[in-house]
């Protein structure tokens, strides 16, 4: 299975500022069909994840263009423009390259300083 | 507007199963590849199973295989899940979520405890 790893574990970030969270693949995340699945979701305290990015670099529908990602091959990252306070919880990467399984990051809590 | 509405909390003793439904509305369950995803209190994200449209079958994880089994009622688009032999480390938070996860219900919590 790929196992994915994200650092830092938790971001403190002050509000208007820039956050950044990366993740690494231990396998290339590059699919025989050309895409890279790659997945970025938001998990606001107490409620279920959220999708937020998905192949490296696509908005889902509803995401604020703030939130953005890149990344190639086995490494990825997620921005964040100018953190708002609505912005606090956990960001997970997942990977649907080599499904199955689904893997998922450890999980990076943001919070505000 | 599509959802998936989730049943609700269950407690359950060790060594028994519990079933949990995904009730889908807003579209129908034949149009979406359900999978099922597990959260135990303050840890990460873990898929349990779902349903492969590349393959047309449901496959599971290999940590819950014997233990699992994921079901449709196309004539209600309800979604289930079942457990079985539960013991306390499967006390968790348990959601259904479409394929690429572009959709989650709001998840049941289910207590193992005697």
């Known amino acids: 299975d790929i196992v994915m790893t994200q650092t830092p574990l938790s971001s403190p970030v002050t509000l208007g500022q820039p956050a950044s969270i990366s993740c690494r693949s231990s396998q290339s995340l590059v699919h025989s069909d050309g895409n890279t699945y790659l997945s970025w979701l938001q998990q606001r305290p107490g409620q279920p994840p959220r999708l937020l990015i998905y192949k490296i670099s696509n908005r889902f529908s509803g995401v604020p263009d703030r939130f953005s990602g890149s990344g190639a091959g086995t490494d990825f990252t997620l921005k964040i423009s100018r953190v708002e306070a609505e912005d606090v919880g956990v960001y997970y990467c997942?990977?649907?390259?080599?499904?199955?399984?689904?893997?998922f990051g450890q999980g990076t809590k943001l919070e505000i300083k | 507007q599509v959802q998936l509405v989730q049943s609700g909390a269950e407690v359950k003793k060790p060594g028994a199963s519990v079933k949990v439904s995904c009730k889908v509305s807003?579209?129908?369950?034949?149009?979406?590849?359900m999978h099922w995803v597990r959260q135990a209190p303050g840890k990460g994200l873990e898929w349990m199973g779902g349903f492969d449209p590349e393959d047309g079958e449901t496959i599971y994880a290999q940590k819950f295989q014997g233990r699992v089994t994921m079901t449709e009622d196309t004539s209600t688009d309800t979604a289930y899940m079942e457990l079985s032999s539960l013991r306390s480390e499967d006390t968790a938070v348990y959601y259904c979520?479409?394929?690429?996860?572009?959709?989650w219900g709001r998840g049941t919590l289910v207590t193992v405890s005697s």
């Open positions: 997942t990977q649907a390259t080599q499904f199955p399984p689904y893997t």
């Open positions: 979520a479409t394929h690429g996860f572009d959709l």
């Open positions: 807003g579209y129908t369950l034949t149009e979406l590849s």
